[in-house]
C-alpha cells in the first residue's frame, strides 16, 4: 500500500513524531513527501554561521551558496514560529535580516551567540517590526546592543543571558507589552571587570507598564538600576546576587507583589527598612538569604502567605537581636530549615527562641539533633 493512501491526518501524525534528521531525509525524497514535511521541519529553525556566512540549517551543513539558504527561508517563512541564530561575532549580511519581515508567524526569537555589535542593532531594529514577535531571547548581549531606537509592541517576554562583562550602560527600550522580563548576569566575565567597571542595565518602568513578572540572576553591585516603580509588578526573583540593594529593589517593584523568592543572595547591609505593607503576597521564599529575611523584619504581610526560609544557623548570628528575628517569623506560619554545621551547640540559642513559637514548624537534620541534645 502506498504511503500517501493514508489519510493526510495520519501522515502528519506519523511525520510530528520524527528527529530532524529523518525529517530531513523525508525532506529529500520527493516533492510529495517534500510538502508534508516543510510544516514540522521548519517549524523551529536554528541557523549557524562561521564567520558571516550560513554554515547549519536545523544541524544540516549547507553546502550550496548562501543564497540557497535564502531562497530556502523565503519558500518556508509562512510555517516558521522560532528562529534561534548562533552568530560568529562577525557581520550578518543585511539579505538576511532583510528576510525577516516575510515570518509572518514568528512568534520567538533566540541569539544564543552574537553577530558583532553593528549587525546585532540592525537586527534587533528589524525584529522590532515583526508584529507576531512574542518572544526574545538574547545570549551575551552587550550594554551597547540596545543603541538604536526600538520599540517592540507587541513583545510579552525578554530574556537576557550572560549579559557581558564589557562595561557600559544599558537602557532597555519601550516595550509597552512586556510581561515578563529576565536578566541573567551569570558569566565568568563578571569576576574580572574590565578597569573595574562592570554592566549596568537600567530599568525604567514606566517604559514596562504591562511588566508582571521580574527575575534578577547573578547580578553584582551596580549592575541594575531601577527608575520608578512598577505598580503592576507580581512575581520578583533575585537569585545568585550580591550586593545590591533589596531595599532599592523592593521599593521599585511596588506594593501589589504576589511572589517574593530569594535564593543565595547576599545583598547590601543598610540601615532599618521602610515600613511596608504587601496586602497580595501568596508566597515568600528565602533560601540561604538571610540579608534578605531582614528586610522583612517591618513588613506587614497577610496571614496567609506562605512563608519559607532556609537559613544556615552560622548566618543566624548576622541578625544580631534575636528577638528581630522571632517578632517577624512568630506573626506567621513558616516552614523554617535550618542547615550549617554540624555542632549542634551552635545553634542551641536560636533552637530555644524558635522551638518556643508555635507557628514556626522547624525542620532539618540539625535542628532534630539539637532536639535531641536539648529537649
Not at 65 to 80: F, K, N, Y
Not at 223 to 231: H, K
Request: proline share 7%; with cysteine; aromatic share 10%.
Amino acid at each position: 500500500m502506498s504511503f500517501f493512501v493514508l489519510p493526510p491526518e495520519l501522515v502528519y501524525l506519523i511525520i510530528e513524531c520524527l528527529p530532524v534528521q529523518d525529517l530531513w531525509n523525508l525532506y529529500n525524497t520527493c516533492k510529495e513527501l517534500r510538502d508534508c514535511t516543510v510544516p514540522f521541519l521548519f517549524r523551529s529553525i536554528e541557523i549557524r554561521f562561521e564567520g558571516s556566512i550560513p554554515a547549519k540549517l536545523n544541524s544540516r551543513r549547507l553546502t550550496s551558496p548562501p543564497t540557497r539558504l535564502l531562497e530556502l527561508l523565503s519558500d518556508c517563512a509562512i510555517h516558521v514560529r522560532e528562529i534561534d541564530v548562533w552568530g560568529d561575532e562577525d557581520e550578518i549580511e543585511q539579505q538576511f535580516i532583510d528576510l525577516l519581515p516575510q515570518f509572518t508567524s514568528l512568534s520567538g526569537f533566540r541569539v544564543s551567540y552574537p553577530p558583532d555589535t553593528s549587525s546585532f542593532q540592525v537586527l534587533l531594529a528589524q525584529l522590532a517590526g515583526v508584529p507576531s514577535l512574542r518572544q526574545l531571547s538574547l545570549d551575551y548581549m552587550s550594554p551597547r546592543t540596545w543603541v538604536l531606537p526600538t520599540s517592540f509592541q507587541s513583545l510579552r517576554g525578554l530574556y537576557l543571558s550572560c549579559i557581558e562583562h564589557e562595561p557600559g550602560v544599558s537602557i532597555l527600550p519601550h516595550l509597552p507589552a512586556l510581561e515578563t522580563l529576565d536578566l541573567n548576569f551569570c558569566c565568568y566575565c563578571l569576576d574580572c571587570p574590565r578597569n573595574g567597571r562592570l554592566p549596568c542595565t537600567v530599568l525604567q518602568f514606566n517604559q514596562l507598564p504591562k511588566l508582571r513578572g521580574l527575575s534578577i540572576s547573578g547580578a553584582r553591585e551596580g549592575n541594575v538600576i531601577c527608575s520608578g516603580q512598577s505598580v503592576g509588578l507580581q512575581e520578583l526573583e533575585i537569585t545568585f546576587s550580591e550586593g545590591l540593594s533589596l531595599n532599592s529593589l523592593l521599593t521599585a517593584a511596588g506594593t501589589n507583589l504576589e511572589k517574593i523568592r530569594l535564593f543565595d543572595c547576599d545583598f547590601l547591609r543598610e540601615g532599618p527598612m521602610p515600613h511596608r505593607v504587601y496586602p497580595m503576597l501568596r508566597h515568600l521564599v528565602i533560601v540561604d538569604s538571610v540579608s534578605g529575611l531582614i528586610a522583612f523584619q517591618f513588613a506587614e504581610l497577610p496571614s496567609s502567605v506562605r512563608f519559607s526560609v532556609h537559613i544556615h544557623a552560622e548566618d543566624l548570628e548576622s541578625v544580631g537581636n534575636p528577638s528581630q528575628l522571632t517578632d517577624l517569623l512568630g506573626s506567621h506560619t513558616v516552614d523554617l530549615w535550618l542547615s550549617g554545621p554540624n555542632d549542634p551547640h551552635q545553634i542551641q540559642d536560636w533552637t530555644c527562641y524558635l522551638a518556643a513559637m508555635p507557628n514556626v514548624r522547624l525542620k532539618g537534620p540539625n535542628w532534630l539533633k539539637a532536639q535531641e541534645t536539648y529537649f
